[in-house]
C-alpha cells in the first residue's frame, strides 16, 4: 500500500462539479491499494497515517502527532500511485483490482476513525476533483514495503 500524506490548511474532492467533502487543518491522504495487499497492509499504513508527528510543536519542530494537532484526514483512493512509468504510456496491473481494494481503502478509514479522526473521503471510482492549501509544504510518501 503507498500513501502520498500532504499537511494542509485545508481540502476538498468534489464529484461531478459539487463538493463532497472538504477539511480544515490536517492530512489530505492520497491511497493506492497493491494487487497483493492484504489487511496488514492496511492495519500498518493506518497506524503510520494517525501517529506521524509532522505538526509543529510550541517550539515550530515537527513533533506532534495529528491526533493531538487537532488534524482532519481527507482519504482519497489513488490506483495511479501503483503506475508502471517504463514505458510513455503508465500502466496499472500491479494496482488491486476494486474487489480487493475496496474493502482495504474501507479498511484504512475505519481504522482512522476508530483513533478518533474526523475522517472525509471522496468516492472510490469517481472521476474526482481534489484541491488543497499546503502546509509547509510538507508531504511525505509511505510505502508499507518500507515500514
Known sequence: MRAVLTRVDSASVAIGGEIKSKIGKGFLVLLGVHAEDTE????????????????????????????????????????????????????????????????????????????????????FGAEMKVESINDGPVTIILDTKEL
Do not use: H, W
Not at 72 to 101: H, M, N, V, W, Y
Open 40 to 123: 496488514a497492509e492496511a492495519m500498518k499504513i493506518a497506524d503510520k497515517i494517525c501517529g506521524l508527528r509532522v505538526f509543529e510543536d510550541a517550539d515550530g519542530k515537527m513533533n506532534v502527532n495529528p491526533l493531538d494537532a487537532g488534524a482532519e484526514l481527507l482519504i482519497i483512493s489513488q490506483f495511479t500511485l501503483f503506475a508502471d512509468c517504463k514505458s510513455r504510456r503508465p500502466g496499472f496491473s500491479k494496482a488491486a483490482r476494486p474487489d480487493t481494494a475496496i474493502p482495504l481503502y474501507e479498511l484504512v478509514i475505519k481504522q482512522c476513525r476508530e483513533r478518533g479522526f474526523e475522517v472525509s473521503t471522496g468516492e
